[in-house]
């Protein structure tokens, strides 16, 4: 779903594992002056916050860092980099039905900012549906999609008004999907 919306919106879909050849990919960001936005479920999360490190690197913007239920296999805080301009978290507490994300494996990160500059984190941890249903790792596409506060759609087209009020053309977007298999 992740992979269709984005495509949809225009958007460079990337597998996580493919960050040792990520700067080929990138030779056309280098003239950019507007900025990207980064996305990432699960792994691909932490693969984001990878890239993000990189373009800073690059001295290319990262407007927007939108992960969704980011896992990581060590460490309590994924670190958003501190000149990331927006970051949105969306992650959920009850676990993964796949069985190796059994435990603390299968719940989303917390995310923290490194440094002192003024990111902008905006964080969401929820249970369950609106309806009630509860919610697993493997659900939280579909609620980034349709329930979160900030919609998936609105930050691949760009719309959220805190991060481009003023803009009318799209900011390139880049996607990494982590993808488990049974």
Do not use: N
């Not at 990262?62 to 896992?71: E, F, G, S």
């Not at 609105?154 to 959220?160: A, D, H, K, M, R």
């Amino acid at each position: 779903m992740l992979v269709e919306a984005a495509r949809r919106a225009g958007a460079h879909v990337f597998p996580p594992s493919a960050g040792w050849i990520l700067p080929l990919f990138f030779s056309g960001l280098w003239e950019r002056t507007e900025g990207v936005a980064l996305f990432g479920y699960s792994r691909g999360g932490v693969s984001a916050v990878r890239l993000a490190r990189f373009l800073a690197k690059e001295r290319i913007r990262v407007v927007l860092l939108y992960l969704i239920d980011p896992i990581t296999f060590c460490g309590r805080l994924l670190s958003i980099p501190s000149w990331v301009e927006h970051a949105f978290c969306c992650r959920q507490r009850a676990g993964a039905r796949f069985w190796l994300l059994r435990g603390r494996l299968g719940r989303g990160t917390p995310c923290r900012v490194e440094g002192a500059r003024s990111t902008v984190l905006e964080e969401e941890v929820v249970d369950s549906f609106p309806d009630g249903r509860p919610l697993r790792h493997e659900d939280m596409i579909r609620y980034a999609l349709d329930y979160a506060r900030l919609p998936l759609e609105q930050g691949l087209t760009c719309s959220y008004p805190k991060l481009a009020p003023d803009r009318v053309e799209p900011i390139p977007q880049l996607v990494s999907q982590s993808v488990e298999r049974p």
